[in-house]
């Protein structure tokens, strides 16, 4: 089966702009998550679908950001106006509904840089 | 709360030498620990889990052992080869959400 696909791999985006990341699912998997890597810095959590409704977006740092899942298949992560600090790299990972605390399947990441 | 620690990087090493990249966590409930594997230019995987206390998990010759004593998951491989050079990170889950450390590079020479 195909893994998680993210896109696009890498963005470069000036202070104050729009970028939206995609994140495709594995097919069935109804548990997407968002997570994000600061550099050199731990990965943390940013927040969980259970299919088109948000579980917990607990780890969302401020309104700057906002995540979709419209339909329960892929997901977008929008970050507007974009900040300095918002650089890192940003994955996704999926799993089923059933997997709960027992394993996610990540996605190769998007490396967002603001400069 | 949940957490964990593990060792800072970089680590560089030879090949055929051993490796130990330790971690300890806290957690509120029952974890799942876990050590994810980021080679260059690919994304995350999973390299090996354990669910339960006195658990081994392993797999490309590489072993974690669940130590509910020391709250602890290092991470072990007795011969390292130059393409085990990559991200190394430890993590818990308790439920629906990923606690992750901070990752340890790991560079092996020839």
């Known amino acids: 089966e195909a893994g998680v696909t993210q896109f696009p791999s890498h963005s470069v985006i000036e202070k104050g702009q729009t970028v939206t990341l995609r994140c495709d699912p594995i097919?069935?998997?109804?548990?997407l998550y968002w997570y994000r890597r600061v550099m050199g810095k731990e990965i943390k959590f940013l927040l969980h679908?259970?299919?088109?409704?948000?579980?917990?977006e607990s780890g969302m740092p401020n309104n700057r950001f906002l995540a979709e899942r419209t339909g329960g298949t892929y997901s977008t992560l929008k970050v507007q106006p974009a900040e300095l600090e918002d650089s890192g790299v940003y994955f996704c990972?999926?799993?089923?509904?059933?997997?709960?605390?027992?394993?996610?399947?990540f996605g190769p990441g998007t490396r967002l840089t603001v400069t | 709360g949940n957490s964990v620690t593990q060792m800072e990087g970089p680590v560089t090493l030879s090949e055929e030498a051993f490796l130990t990249i330790n971690c300890t966590y806290t957690?509120?409930?029952?974890?799942?620990l876990f050590w994810y594997v980021q080679y260059p230019g690919e994304g995350l995987q999973l390299l090996l889990k354990?669910?339960?206390?006195?658990d081994k998990g392993s797999n490309k010759g590489f072993e974690a052992t669940y130590r509910k004593e020391t709250t602890s998951f290092h991470l072990e491989k007795g011969s390292v080869q130059v393409s085990d050079s990559a991200v190394y990170f430890c993590?818990?889950?308790?439920?629906?959400?990923?606690?992750f450390g901070t990752g340890t590079s790991l560079t092996v020479i020839p």
């Open positions: 990972a999926s799993s089923r509904l059933t997997s709960g605390k027992y394993e996610q399947y």
């Open positions: 097919s069935g998997h109804d548990n």
């Open positions: 679908f259970v299919k088109e409704s948000k579980q917990d």
């Open positions: 957690a509120t409930g029952y974890p799942s």
């Open positions: 354990a669910t339960k206390a006195d």
């Open positions: 993590a818990l889950s308790t439920g629906n959400q990923f606690y």
